[in-house]
């Protein structure tokens, strides 16, 4: 795989995000016990940019997926203090416009409520560190609003899920800046939202079509839904789109049912179908997984080509490095529910900082030099408990004491880097053991809300 050209190809547009999530917890409340299958993980999305998420079986990569999709199945749920802010401007003003009732000025809040004030006495259990912040004074009402705390303080309705400031509040086109609150969606705000704005792409096409139907009718349906196109101009569209997913003789195929396509040709469709939507962010759980291998590289290629010609986000996820290495700009890596490390493709791969991201990269074909495919031995614990110590401590070579007795927390990886982060007690590499632990154990100090539903 060639990173170092492919990337300085890539000219991702580093504007401010378009997806901010934010300590996102979604846990499994069965009988048995509980899940905590994505546990206070925070990453962006900008436009135009590929983000990848990767990690092993089990690391909760998937559940990361639904849960910005709000698709996570029972008994699944995501809990308080989780936000995921929809930032894209344009999509923020629709909402406002078409969701007027539900939609609060965060100014006025702002001249109500005093955030650190709200914090320290202890109304909001919240702690700054899982925001990202390193003092109580930092954390901003459009924080708190975001995640969910406050319903407790009965400061906004149960259903508002828009936040804004504006100029002029009848003038949806006077919204300076505000973001729609993924996680507390419902009804047409949240069907709206998924299929709208945001599209998923799955491992199994044949998830996404109906057998029953033709694919160009499904092609329209997507456009009738999404785009109001309807009769002749509906199927001219639905053709040209299976053109641009590089389907050939797209105008006979359009009338063909999915069982007459082959694999990569209904994954095709399947993208073909959610570009009838007309997304912002497009999340591809594993699309090319069951795939060969010369069609997996052909999918990969095409999505490349689209987000470019399109200036889609993408939120990427696979287990496989060089895939990782192929398609994303930015890369977050996932282990047992937690964001191990995050970083710019390239630094990811030259300089990985994380003992699990080391193992994963020794695991590529090809890496090493006499050429012996090394994996990580043992598998992803579940994460059915709170984690007090690292989760990937049992199978670090690096491993030393306090991996026992001290969850590790994202932190920069050193002084230059603060674009990289890793959640190692070995990181900030600048500091001595002692004090990088000391700083881990500060910031990983959890509250106790971690259970409500
Ligand atoms: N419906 C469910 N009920 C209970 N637990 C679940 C459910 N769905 C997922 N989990 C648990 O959540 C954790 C994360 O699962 P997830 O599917 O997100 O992993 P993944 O990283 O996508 O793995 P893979 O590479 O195999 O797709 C796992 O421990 C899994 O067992
Ligand atoms: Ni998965």
Redesign the pocket.
């Known amino acids: 795989m060639s990173l170092q050209q492919s990337h300085s190809e890539r000219s991702a547009d580093r504007d401010a995000p378009i997806i901010e999530v934010r300590n996102l917890q979604?846990a499994?409340f069965?009988e048995k016990e509980t899940?905590r299958?994505?546990d206070g993980i925070s990453f962006d999305i900008r436009a135009g940019e590929t983000v990848g998420?990767v990690?092993?079986?089990?690391?909760?990569?998937?559940?990361?997926?639904?849960s910005i999709m709000r698709l996570?199945?029972?008994?699944?749920h995501i809990l308080e203090g989780s936000s995921v802010r929809y930032n894209h401007l344009e999509a923020v003003r629709e909402y406002a416009d078409t969701f007027g009732a539900r939609t609060v000025d965060l100014s006025d809040l702002e001249r109500q409520y005093d955030p650190a004030e709200l914090v320290s006495r202890g109304e909001v259990d919240i702690v700054p560190a899982e925001l990202g912040y390193e003092d109580a004074s930092e954390v901003s009402l459009a924080d708190i609003v975001a995640a969910g705390y406050v319903d407790d303080l009965g400061i906004v309705d149960e259903g508002d899920c828009v936040f804004v400031r504006y100029d002029d509040p009848d003038n949806p086109e006077t919204i300076t800046d505000g973001f729609v609150e993924i996680t507390r969606l419902s009804g047409e705000a949240e069907r709206k939202m998924r299929g709208g704005r945001i599209a998923m792409v799955f491992?199994d096409p044949l998830t996404s079509l109906n057998p029953v139907y033709t694919v160009g009718n499904q092609i329209k349906e997507s456009l009738r839904l999404h785009q109001g196109l309807t009769g002749s101009e509906a199927t001219q569209e639905a053709a040209e789109l299976l053109e641009a997913v590089g389907i050939s003789d797209a105008r006979r195929r359009v009338n063909e049912y999915p069982h007459q396509f082959s694999g990569g040709m209904r994954q095709r469709a399947v993208i073909a179908m959610t570009l009838a939507c007309d997304p912002d962010l497009l999340i591809c759980?594993?699309p090319t997984t069951a795939l060969d291998v010369t069609i997996q590289a052909q999918i990969l290629e095409l999505l490349e080509d689209l987000q470019r010609e399109r200036d889609l986000s993408m939120m990427f996820?696979t287990?496989d490095m060089g895939v990782i290495a192929e398609i994303a700009h930015r890369v977050n890596v996932?282990y047992?529910?937690q964001v191990v490390e995050t970083a710019d493709v390239e630094d990811l791969f030259t300089q990985p900082e994380h003992p699990y991201t080391r193992g994963l990269l020794r695991s590529i074909p090809g890496q090493q030099s006499d050429d012996r495919l090394e994996t990580i031995e043992g598998n992803?614990p579940?994460?059915n408990a709170p984690a007090t110590s690292c989760r990937f401590a049992p199978r670090c070579p690096e491993a030393f004491d306090a991996c026992e007795q001290v969850n590790p927390v994202p932190v920069p990886v050193d002084d230059e880097r603060d674009n990289h982060t890793a959640a190692c007690l070995l990181c900030p590499k600048h500091r001595s053991a002692e004090k990088a632990v000391r700083v881990h154990q500060q910031r990983s100090a959890r509250h106790d809300g971690g259970e409500s539903q």
């Open positions: 979604t499994f069965t899940i299958a994505v998420i990690g092993e079986s089990g690391s909760g990569k998937s559940v990361t997926a639904r996570v199945d029972s008994p699944g491992q759980d594993e996820i287990h996932m047992a529910g992803v579940t994460p």
